[in-house]
């Protein structure tokens, strides 16, 4: 860890919910991370989190049946001084469940739509998206979903290990074409190899910046 920048150096899982009462009470700021079933979201906070093991990895699409609610502490050391932050991980369902009956789809909509909606400190949504394919309807209706309810989105393209440099920048042109986002809303990310981890823990940072305690 550079001097000046941020670093997660502990995290831990501390509750699984359905319902609002469920929710841990200690009011931490919020940075959840949602996908379609099977995107790599798991990896990806495990890779974030340097634990492997912390979010459970499985083959199985829409494992993630729970809003899971992990404590992360980061630590900065600057001119001398040792800061630390606490903030809390959100890991929600993903959408698209291939195995899943439709009770169930409605139900995890509505639970994690209330969360999204009504959540009084959540400061960014990560919206993870397959690299390797074309924006499909599902990620596109979901990132709409997500501005409606006035969040900050950063688009993180998963997987990028699948593909060449140079195919990985065309994918990440045509994402921000058809969404219309600008250079800092979006990223690649590999799990296997941890590229860009320091850049996601600085964009995540920067948007908790003056919340973190």
């Given amino acids: 860890m550079a001097k000046g920048d941020w670093d997660i150096i502990r995290s831990k899982y501390l ?7 469920q929710y841990p009470t200690d009011k931490l700021p919020e940075i959840a991370f949602i996908g379609r079933s099977n995107v790599g979201k798991s990896s990806l906070i495990n890779s974030l989190c340097r634990r492997n093991g912390l979010a459970r990895v499985s083959s199985t699409p829409g494992k993630t049946q729970t809003i899971n609610f992990y404590d992360l502490e980061a ?4 001119e001398g001084l040792d800061n630390r932050a606490h903030f809390y991980l ?10 899943t009956n439709h009770s169930n789809r409605d ?4 639970f994690i739509g209330k969360y999204l909606s009504e959540s009084e400190n959540l400061y960014m949504v990560c919206q993870l998206i397959d690299i390797r394919h074309k924006p499909i309807d599902s990620d596109i209706e979901c990132y709409k979903w997500l501005l409606e309810c006035d969040l900050n989105v950063q688009i993180i ?17 045509l994402f921000k074409r058809t969404l219309g986002l600008y250079e800092d809303q979006i990223m690649v990310y590999s799990s296997t190899q941890h590229n860009m981890r320091g850049e996601l ?12 305690n």
């Avoid at 509750?15 to 009462?21: D, E, G, I, P, W």
């Avoid at 630590?75 to 600057?78: F, N």
Wanted: proline residues 2%; without cysteine; charged residues 30%.
């Fill in 157 to 173: 393209l998963t997987k990028a290990d699948k593909l060449s440099k140079s195919a990985a920048d065309s994918q990440k042109a």
């Fill in 107 to 110: 139900q995890w909509s509505s």
């Fill in 75 to 78: 630590k900065k050391v600057e």
């Fill in 15 to 21: 509750a699984s919910a359905v319902r609002a009462n």
């Fill in 90 to 99: 959100v890991d929600l369902p993903g959408y698209g469940f291939a195995k």
């Fill in 201 to 212: 823990i600085s964009r995540i940072m920067k948007r908790l910046e003056g919340q973190v």
